[in-house]
């Protein structure tokens, strides 16, 4: 009779059992990154707020399952396969699994350190050659985009774009570029660009000196909201700084996994903003979800460059959406009617990413003739996702028609919202639906409601 005594078998789920060899075995993901992770108790909690998990009930496309694979390959007990990467990959990044967890596992930063692993070792060499341009040659560079920019405007407008439709049905070019084609965004007429100044002076009782992140996409697709920022930060007693030598904030660039990229345009932005005059801000006011929850990062991004960490820090300190900052000082503008039935979208990347959640629905109830109709889920991802839409094509659709569902189910006539990606993501599956409802951006109902007190 043996008397060997047996180790308990080791359950991946158990963190009694399942204790790594050592951290980053494999220089996967850095320490820092990997006792993030290790917090995740595999208490399952997370399951029912993820939008993949939802769509398909696979475990590895869960915020756990990803956790799971993650340290596996971390710790060499898994190859960081063609199958690993893909459920990495069909993540959004929404962090709704971080509003859920009881052990506070940062999930996004955990994301964004394996995706970073994975270009560095893994990506293929046709990968990290539209990676670099996109995010070293292109984004950084606003001449650079804008000039990209007139030319998508010149195509947007031409008969080019329902060619490429009618080839697609007929099978002539890939579906796939048809469907791309129909998810960009439509350019703005005219692109905004910051005053030769870089002030836009408050009207009425000056308050305070804001600095605005214009941002890269913004200008071009949503030139309208910006000057609607604008407009309702001056009317609201503000003197509106925007810098002309800022770039685009590097969400995206982290979202893909260029780390290096991310961080050289967060120095580019504290060097801007530092220029004119950060600390007589009192606020860096930001009207897109996506970027202000990277813009609140920056002090985590540079916190190894001795020379920008404690600035960064200082920078990220200042940002706020612009509907947390309206509510923080409080609204001064007079407004007027707005005779709208909305329902609101919660940006993920505000409420997941920045815990804003309240302040756009206090802002809405300030307008007379607003009448909000809450939308079922309204905090679970639309399928936007920054360029998720564009990779992930199948899942972002099978996310979206679950979020168009809920929207009709509150028969709203508009669908509000604080971020470009929700609103471009929102706007085409009601397009494609037939549907007589539109999506807008907070501060342009704001506009609307104080244009409307002005003439009366
Ligand atoms: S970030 Fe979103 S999609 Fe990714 S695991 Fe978390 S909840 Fe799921
Ligand atoms: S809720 Fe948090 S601790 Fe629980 S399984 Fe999800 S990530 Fe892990």
């Known amino acids: 009779m043996s008397t060997a005594t047996h180790a308990p078998p080791i359950d991946p789920y158990d963190p009694l059992t399942h204790v790594p060899p050592s951290p980053g075995l494999q220089g996967f993901i850095g320490e820092e990154d990997y006792e993030a992770l290790v917090k995740c108790v595999h208490c399952g909690l997370c399951l029912n707020e993820c939008p993949t998990y939802r769509a398909n009930g696979l475990e590895p496309d869960s915020p756990r399952g990803r956790l799971y694979l993650i340290r596996a390959v971390a710790e060499g007990t898994l190859p960081l396969s063609d199958e690993v990467e893909h459920h990495l990959d069909q993540c959004l990044v929404c962090r709704a699994c971080e509003t859920a967890c009881p052990s506070n596992v940062q999930f996004g930063q955990v994301m964004e350190a394996a995706r970073h692993a994975i270009l560095e070792t893994k990506a293929t060499p046709q990968r990290r050659l539209l990676t670099a341009l996109a995010f070293r040659h292109l984004f950084p560079h606003p001449r650079r985009l804008e ?48 005053p030769p100044t870089a002030v836009v002076p408050a009207t009425g ?41 800022q770039r685009c904030c590097g969400a995206l660039a982290s979202h893909a996994g260029d780390e290096d990229s991310a961080a050289s345009m967060a120095r580019a932005n504290i060097d801007a ?82 815990g804003v959640r309240a302040q756009p629905r206090e802002l809405l109830a300030l307008i007379p003739g ?59 599956g009601l397009r ?25």
């Open 273 to 354: 903003f530092e220029a004119h005059g950060l600390d007589r801000l009192e606020s860096i006011v930001i009207n897109s979800a996506g970027c202000g929850a990277q813009l609140k990062g920056y002090g985590h991004l540079l916190r190894h460059d001795p020379a920008y960490a404690m600035r960064a820090q200082s920078f990220a300190a200042k940002v706020e959406d612009v509907a947390e900052f309206l509510v923080r000082v409080g609204v001064t503008a007079n407004l007027g009617p707005v005779h709208r039935t909305v329902t609101y979208q919660d940006a993920c990347h505000l409420v997941h990413g920045q």
């Open 147 to 194: 000039l990209v920019g007139r030319l998508v405007r010149w195509y947007q407008r031409s008969p080019f774009p329902a060619l490429v439709q009618r080839a697609a049905r007929a099978g002539i070019v890939p579906r796939r570029l048809a469907v791309m084609e129909r998810m960009a965004p439509r350019l703005s007429d005219a692109f905004f660009s910051a």
């Open 370 to 428: 607003i009448s909000l109709v809450e939308m079922r889920d309204s905090t679970r991802c639309c399928g936007s996702a920054g360029i998720y839409n564009i990779l992930q094509p199948e899942m972002s659709a099978t996310i979206l028609e679950a979020k168009l569902d809920n929207v009709c189910a509150t028969a709203a006539t508009c669908v509000v919202a604080s971020n470009p990606g929700c609103l471009l993501q929102i706007n085409m």
């Open 205 to 245: 009782p000056r308050r305070f000196a804001v600095g605005m992140v214009s941002g890269c996409i913004m200008p071009l697709a949503f030139a309208p909201t910006n000057h609607a920022t604008v407009r309702v930060l001056s009317a609201n007693g503000c003197d509106v700084v925007i810098p002309p030598t």
């Open 432 to 456: 494609e639906r037939g549907l007589e409802l539109d999506g807008k951006h907070l501060v342009d109902i704001l506009d609307e409601s104080i244009t409307a007190a002005a003439s009366v």
